[in-house]
């Protein structure tokens, strides 16, 4: 039987970390792998994270299982994080996963299973693996423009213009904040543009958010959600604590389902139970015990907050000191909108080509569509990369 299997594609960003490894160069610059690194080079332990898991293993009765849907009030918690109650909790169907990316793919899941004509339109570019699970899960998919390679910022007009294709059957994947992997954002006023076009077609909206708290502050980085929230019947939320708690490896993650009353809630959370009994039974507790042990302590709250703000600014920080030098040696404001992006990601818009240069000169690696992760740089490889892309001819 396995001897029918064939060699999967490989992962363009693994192979990246690989070729990374294995380079001897001892001035090389990881810009490609996806993780939060300091300006050490390391992903850290948040404190409050740490102050949680030592609170949890001297107070944790039992290591039984919680629910299929998980602990309830890691729910709560997520919920009020990201919604603030601006809709009404018993409207709320939520699960909690392995990672942003089990969310992402029990969403799918739950399309799949509500309406099996749905496509899901994506934006072009989007994260990698929202196409990869799409396809293997046979659901159709529809890109819509969505960066512009000349500005780096959004094609809005022909975001809506494709967009202007759904139909009641359809889903519009949307990222909440910090575009990966181009870290260009709708405003809020285009914003309140697509909402209107939803609701004028009739269709379902599914929001990705894994980086709030990264770009514009914990509050301002969940606005858009809360908008498609308070504005549209239904709606499939998939949120990850990976990034903001840094705990990648406990795969944290949470679906929500918003019904348009709540007589449909309970069936709702029936099949986000049915989805997650199929997929891995019961979802993993120690991240998420961790996440709600912080937003359910003042304390832990207030300490993960100001770390998670030192973040952001830190890559705000990197993304101005890259523009202005960029600016110095270019003599032009062509790169500006480094500063204008926002997250851990910027795409340059340049080609596979200019970025294979890159890294064969100046042993600096970014994925080969020129994403590129800010939190890879510190204060000193800044000017380094600057240069490296002006002598490349970016």
């Known amino acids: 039987m396995l001897t029918n299997l064939k060699e999967q594609p490989k992962d363009k960003i693994l192979g990246l970390m690989a070729m990374y ?32 898991e030592r609170k949890i293993v001297e107070e944790q009765p039992s290591k039984a299982y919680t629910g299929l849907a998980g602990d309830p009030a890691y729910a709560d918690a997520m919920i009020d994080m990201l919604l603030a109650g601006v809709v009404e909790r018993d409207r709320l169907a939520a ?25 899901v339109f994506v934006s072009d570019p989007t994260w990698p693996n929202h196409i990869s699970m799409l396809q293997y899960l046979g659901i159709e998919m529809v890109k819509y423009r969505y960066f512009d390679d000349e500005t780096r910022g959004v094609n809005f007009d022909g975001m809506m213009e494709d967009l202007a294709e759904v139909t009641r059957d ?32 009739g269709c379902t909206p599914m929001i990705d958010i894994a980086y709030q708290g990264f770009g514009d502050g914990l509050q301002e980085d969940a606005a858009a959600t809360r908008l498609v929230a308070k504005s549209v ?38 099949n986000l139970n049915h989805l997650n009994r199929q997929n891995f039974s019961f979802p993993p507790d120690h991240g998420a015990r961790v996440v709600s042990t912080i937003l359910t302590d003042a304390k832990l709250k207030a300490d993960w907050m ?59 690696y970014m994925v080969s569509d020129s994403r590129m992760n800010i939190a890879g740089l510190n204060a000193q490889t800044v000017p380094v990369l600057a240069k490296a892309i002006i002598d490349a001819g970016v």
């Not at 490894?21 to 610059?29: A, F, G, H, I, M």
């Not at 996806?34 to 404190?47: D, I, S």
């Not at 949470?254 to 019904?259: C, F, K, N």
Request: net charge positive; charged share 25%; glycine share 8%.
């Open 21 to 52: 490894r294995d380079d001897p160069r001892p001035t090389k610059v990881d810009l490609g792998v996806g993780v939060y690194k300091n300006a050490r080079g390391v992903t850290p332990v948040m404190r409050a994270v740490k102050a949680a």
């Open 95 to 119: 699960a909690a996963t392995p990672g942003g990316t089990g969310a992402i793919r029990q969403a799918f899941e739950l399309i799949k299973m509500a309406n099996p004509k749905a496509r």
């Open 306 to 364: 100001a770390e998670l703000e030192e973040t952001r600014l830190g890559m705000l920080a990197l993304r101005e000191q890259l523009a202005s030098e960029l600016q110095r040696l270019s003599g032009s404001d062509r790169f500006g909108f480094l500063a204008q992006h926002r997250g851990m990601f910027s795409r340059l818009g340049t080609t596979p080509d200019l970025v294979e240069k890159i890294r064969v000169d100046n042993a600096i």
């Open 233 to 270: 019947p239904e709606l499939l939320i998939a949120a990850s604590c990976s990034k903001n708690f840094g705990i990648y490896r406990e795969r944290t993650g949470l679906l929500i389902a918003m019904s348009e009353t709540t007589d449909n809630t309970a069936v709702t959370q029936g």
């Open 170 to 201: 359809d889903v519009v994947l949307l990222h909440g904040c910090c575009h990966n992997p181009t870290g260009a954002n709708l405003n809020l006023t285009q914003w309140q543009a697509v909402v209107d076009l939803i609701n004028d077609k």
